[in-house]
């Protein structure tokens, strides 16, 4: 008996479980789960968070920006604190996985349905390369191959991926740009929910023909500025991607800009957000930064930057002081404590401090468009790929051209911020255009072209200090004086950009969740500080 009730008890329970069986999958099926997604709405959604970064990381290496208060995660490259860059690795959860799991949908796909997604599948692959190579341009060798599998298997076998070495990632995101452009077809399906180029965007609706032209442009400006990332490691494949894009068609004014426009209600500019809603009074303009303005008379000085009546209320100012000669930058590697000695500095200004702002009523708005790529950075490139003699076409135009669009600009940045404020619609003159062209600090001439170029680079991207930081480390322009606050952090290698953060060191998650492959990758590349170089920033 004592054996027997084991099995009575078993064969009750198969006996009910059977029973059962025919109701299981109805008894186990959530009514409520979302079964089927609009592809295009999930696609809108990652579009407008698809650039890492914010104020206090890129901008603050290139001195665009500063915050002076030396505690907490405020230090970061304020202070040569070390960002384990835990924010950026969000590319991954966010953008990067979600344009992975449309590529899975549309592949699952019968064949048949899958031509009614071409342009939509080609349109994320290169939207998708262009974040890869943010996040490979942020970490050096980062997990690619495996973690792109992992949405397609289910995360079987890949839910620790190892990490690839990043000039491999590039090859590989140079392949699917130029493959998703030759698949792009002007017959085919027009993706509506597209924020740049949709229903809401700069074509047309239901123009597919006017849609692929647009994508055409980002993915060739995308290959043109991924052959300039190779002008010192492997200037001939430079010259042969730059002029590759520049063949195939790269954008041609603003018009042609990726941008996204937020309503004001649903969605605001996040990035700006941050510097207005935390603590407003922490976040000034770089001394570097604003020097350059003022020593150029750049008549893109008022909506960038301005001086506040009390820092931490900027957006309730009535008539901010957008004086240029006195617009004043924080110095570099200076705490709030020392910049409070009057002897020294401008000192305090209520809760904050006595100097320029970032200009939260104007260009750096809450309501402010982000752009993502623009006319002006790809004319800047070009400029520089005509002055070394890899494409035809006059350096001096290029360059003039890309500061005039860039001054274009930021009459939008206006009309995007009067609903929120009491500010007229104005614009840069053309005769303040060609003044500024015309100023000796500005005048193209050839001996001095490289700086000029990527000097105005690096204003054109104040925007999006991502690109402006990967540029400068390309480049080394504009010339800066490192930040020697705390100088055994970054004391610098004797070479290149002596002393400047070239990279982001690997999150600290990464430790723990992905050991194995995480401590391979710290291996590969010797050592896991701010120091080491990406494959295309040579020594």
Excluded at 110 to 122: C, F, G, L, T
Excluded at 241 to 249: P, Q, R, S
Excluded at 425 to 450: C, F, G, M, R, W
Aim: hydrophobic share 35%.
């Amino acid at each position: 008996m004592k054996n027997l009730k084991p099995i009575i008890f078993l064969s009750s329970f198969l006996l009910v479980f059977a029973g059962c069986d025919k109701d299981f999958e109805e008894i186990n099926t959530n009514p409520y789960e979302i079964n089927e997604i609009d592809l295009g709405l999930l696609f809108a959604g990652e579009q407008r968070i698809s650039v890492s970064g914010n104020w206090e990381r890129q901008n603050t290496i290139v001195q665009h920006f500063v915050n002076p208060w030396n505690g907490g995660a405020t230090k970061f490259f304020n202070f040569n604190f070390d960002d384990r860059g835990n924010g950026l690795w969000g590319l991954y959860t966010g953008p990067a996985k979600e344009f992975g799991h449309i590529l899975d949908k549309i592949n699952d796909m019968p064949e048949a349905d899958q031509a009614n997604y071409v342009n939509m599948k080609n349109i994320v692959r290169i939207w998708r390369a262009n974040v890869f190579m943010n996040i490979v341009d942020n970490f050096g060798n980062v997990p690619y191959f495996d973690a792109i599998k992992a949405y397609s298997d289910g995360a079987l076998g890949y839910g620790y991926p190892k990490y690839d070495d990043a000039e491999l990632i590039y090859a590989d995101l140079e392949k699917e740009i130029k493959e998703a452009l030759v698949a792009l077809n002007p017959n085919g399906d027009f993706v509506s929910a597209d924020l740049f180029y949709g229903k809401n965007g700069s074509v047309p609706s239901n123009d597919a023909v006017a849609q692929v032209a647009k994508w055409k442009k980002v993915g060739n400006s995308l290959l043109l500025r991924m052959g300039m990332r190779y002008s010192r490691v492997n200037p001939s494949k430079a010259e042969s991607l730059v002029k590759e894009a520049l063949n195939g068609g790269v954008m041609e004014s603003n018009a042609d800009d990726v941008f996204v426009i937020f309503d004001g209600t649903n969605y605001t500019n996040s990035r700006n957000g941050g510097i207005v809603t935390n603590n407003a009074h922490y976040y000034y303009a770089a001394e570097p930064f604003v020097n350059q303005l003022k020593s150029t008379n750049d008549p893109r000085a008022k909506y960038i930057i301005a001086r506040f009546a009390d820092p931490s209320s900027p957006e309730q100012d009535p008539s901010p002081n957008l004086n240029l000669e006195e617009q004043y930058g924080i110095p570099i590697g200076i705490d709030n404590n020392q910049l409070a000695d009057t002897t020294k500095y401008r000192g305090n200004l209520l809760l904050g401090l006595d100097y320029s702002q970032m200009n939260t009523q104007g260009a750096a708005s809450r309501l402010a468009r982000t752009y993502w790529l623009t006319y002006s950075q790809t004319s800047l490139l070009l400029a520089e790929a005509a002055f070394r003699g890899w494409i035809p076409g006059d350096a001096k135009v290029f360059y003039e051209n890309a500061i005039k669009a860039d001054m274009d600009r930021y009459a939008l940045y206006v009309k995007d911020a009067q609903a929120r404020f009491n500010i007229p619609q104005t614009s840069i003159s053309q005769e303040e255009q060609d003044a500024y062209i015309k100023h000796p600090l500005v005048a193209y001439n050839a001996e001095k072209a490289l700086e000029l170029i990527n000097t105005q680079y690096w204003i054109v991207n104040i925007f999006d200090g991502e690109e402006a930081w990967n540029n400068f480390k390309r480049s080394g322009y504009p010339v800066l004086q490192r930040n020697t606050f705390d100088n055994t952090m970054f004391a610098g290698d004797g070479s290149f950009g002596d002393g400047f953060p070239r990279r982001f060191s690997y999150p600290t998650g990464e430790e723990t969740r992905n050991q194995l492959n995480y401590n391979d990758a710290v291996n590969v590349i010797g050592k896991n500080d701010n120091l080491v170089r990406i494959f295309w920033d040579p020594k």
